[in-house]
């Protein structure tokens, strides 16, 4: 009878031996495992909130992107993207829109980028897809935001061309009635040439006496020289004495000889002398 008991007290010891190797073989188990979700929960909570993060920059760098009026006067200069500005308006314009274009490329890249990494990763969470798709909406509409911005760029370009020939036209339209103003004709000749020529005349007197030399009033243009009196404002006229037989007033001009054989005619008032077009100048 003992030694039935002790063998009976020794099987149950081995059970419970047994039993306690189990029971911490599954409690370990437990905490390995209990360990390795923990990790991976830390893990994929790390992973979340690095993606969180880059949406933000990428949201940020949307925002940043100013499109409308200012989009052309206020971008933000760049260090990664070097360029040397064009020297007229429009080139400058279409630059800037070129580097905005870039800015939205670079950050779509970036959206791209971090979807394909979260679904590698097994990040499927669904406020995490929503704020993705928002950001590639976003991105869209500041595309479409440049596409009529590049649009309204060339359509002014072609308002200004036309605006710039229109006033090329004008300037020029001004500048032939300047000159037209500004310019006389005239003819110097003693007295036989200017009535053989037909541009003076004899008048006044009393029986063929008395009477003075006139201009005819007659325009022979082939006898006649034009002068810009913008742009010259002094006639030599090759003789020892000159008189200005047209009615150009006197205070307008001095007539003075320079030599023995010229004569020099200056204008000094040219708005005043050019008011009569036809200057007959008198040799003797």
Known sequence: MRRTGVFVLGVIAVLLLAATAVSYSKYRKSVADYQQATAQQEDMRGRYDRAVSEIVMIQDSLNAIVLGEEAVRNLPARNDVEVQAPGTLHDQVLTRIATLKSAIERTKERIEVLDTRLKRNGVKIAGMERMIAGLRKSALAKEEQIASLTTQVDTLQTRVAGLNTEVEVQHQVLTEKQTELATIFYTIGSKKQLKEA???????????????????????????????????MVIQIPAEKAQVLSAQPVSSYVLQPISKDMVELRIVDAKAFRKIKQLVILTT
């Open 198 to 232: 037909g541009i003076v005349e004899s008048k006044g007197g009393v029986l063929g006496l008395g009477k003075t030399l006139k201009p005819s009033g007659v325009f022979v243009e082939s006898a006649y020289k034009p002068l810009n009196t913008d742009q010259e």
